[in-house]
């Protein structure tokens, strides 16, 4: 048997004519950049994150760099996020001139750990991007009367976490701004790069659309630098007609995990979930202590799985002149040597899951 880490082909084949039938719709409009399928899919993904606004954009990455654009963050300023996640989320703050400062995670939901940010913030500090890491989100009650506390911004790196609730609150509601991406991988995933970007605040969503657009408004007059940020409508089209499928699709990742859950616990160890959240499992991950010979038994099995992420970000070569050393981070750098990711798709079946379990188990074993 063979099971691929995410399998797109199970995901399309059901829907195949509403994609093409997306196609076609732009095509009858010849509205490729901006128009109403975008303003129709911001529409919806604010109603769907319960917020306000939203900003169609060209990626998850440029989300998180118009964001802080902006917020005015630029070159002298600090942002505090995590070690622990995809490259984009300290690579936007390095692409507006500002500095990342690193926080340790926690060891079981691997976010950063809220309890150790004040201690981080300096004069610099101008923001705090957490990151709703793998489905799940952070403890943005903290995090946010920390915010308050120092007078800095909040901005929700939730990538991988559209859907995903704290208190029975959606992510990307809770921060001056939220951050989402649609790369064919996501919960959420388009037919190439995508993004948007939430908030509630009227006046941060007007400059973000202003920004998109190289900083024009109204055409050819440019009061502010920004830089093609479009989201194209040819996308929008598609999240439109995949989006309603959400929900059913978080769903069956949830049964999915908790089928895992039940029989794998006892063998190693599964991801928690806290008390108050609801996870959308953008990822499944374990934390193995013989993580390089279970995932030699996988691939030797044809069983998809994945490192998230093998090097944090403070040990990256490109952030060496931060000056941070191997040990700064303990719990981010041994998570970065035992976690490893498993197919939870939703199309996943329990045949196939049946194969993961037991591949495992007698690695373990």
């Given at each position: 048997m063979k099971v691929p880490m995410l399998d797109l082909d199970a995901q399309y084949e059901p829907i195949k004519d509403e994609i093409f039938e997306a196609f076609r719709e732009v095509f009858a409009t010849k509205r490729f950049i901006g128009g109403p399928k975008i303003e129709e899919l911001e529409e919806q993904i604010a109603n769907y994150c319960d917020c306000k606004y939203a900003i169609g954009v060209s990626s998850g990455t440029d989300s998180l760099l118009v964001s802080l654009m902006a917020l005015n963050i630029g070159v002298g300023d600090e942002v505090i996020t995590t070690p622990?996640?995809?490259?984009?989320?300290?690579?936007?703050?390095?692409?507006?001139?500002?500095?990342?400062?690193?926080?340790?995670?926690?060891?079981?939901?691997?976010?950063?750990?809220?309890?150790?940010?004040?201690?981080?913030?300096?004069?610099?500090?101008?923001?705090?991007?957490?990151?709703?890491?793998?489905?799940?989100?952070?403890?943005?009650?903290?995090?946010?009367?920390?915010?308050?506390?120092?007078?800095?911004?909040?901005?929700?790196?939730?990538?991988?976490?559209?859907?995903?609730?704290?208190?029975?609150?959606?992510?990307?509601?809770?921060?001056?701004?939220?951050?989402?991406?649609?790369?064919?991988?996501?919960?959420?995933?388009?037919?190439?790069?995508?993004?948007?970007?939430?908030?509630n605040n009227q006046e941060l969503a007007e400059k973000i659309r202003i920004l998109r657009n190289h900083g024009s408004k109204p055409k050819y007059h440019h009061k502010i630098i920004g830089g093609n940020f479009r989201l194209d409508a040819i996308q929008a089209a598609i999240l439109l007609k995949k989006l309603p499928l959400l929900e059913e699709w978080h769903q069956q990742r949830q049964n999915n995990a908790e089928y895992y859950d039940t029989n794998l616990s006892e063998a190693v160890k599964t991801p928690m979930v806290k008390s108050g959240n609801r996870m959308i499992y953008n990822q499944y991950t374990l934390w193995l202590d013989n993580r390089d010979e279970v995932q030699k038994a996988l691939n030797e099995s044809n069983i998809g799985n994945a490192i998230y992420y093998p090097i944090p970000l403070h040990l990256q070569e490109c952030f060496s002149y931060l000056n941070y050393k191997k040990e700064d981070f303990p719990v981010a750098e041994d998570a970065a040597g035992h976690v490893l990711s498993i197919p939870v798709y939703s199309e996943l079946n329990k045949k196939q899951q049946d194969y993961i379990i037991s591949t495992i188990k007698n690695c373990i074993s």
């Open positions: 622990f996640t995809f490259f984009a989320t300290a690579g936007s703050i390095y692409r507006v001139g500002a500095k990342p400062v690193f926080v340790d995670i926690e060891p079981n939901t691997y976010n950063i750990n809220a309890d150790m940010i004040e201690d981080a913030i300096t004069e610099k500090t101008k923001a705090i991007m957490p990151v709703h890491l793998f489905g799940q989100m952070c403890d943005m009650d903290k995090i946010n009367k920390i915010a308050e506390k120092h007078d800095l911004h909040v901005i929700e790196d939730a990538a991988q976490a559209i859907g995903a609730e704290q208190n029975g609150k959606r992510a990307g509601s809770l921060g001056d701004v939220g951050c989402f991406s649609f790369f064919p991988s996501k919960n959420l995933g388009c037919a190439g790069d995508g993004g948007i970007a939430t908030t």
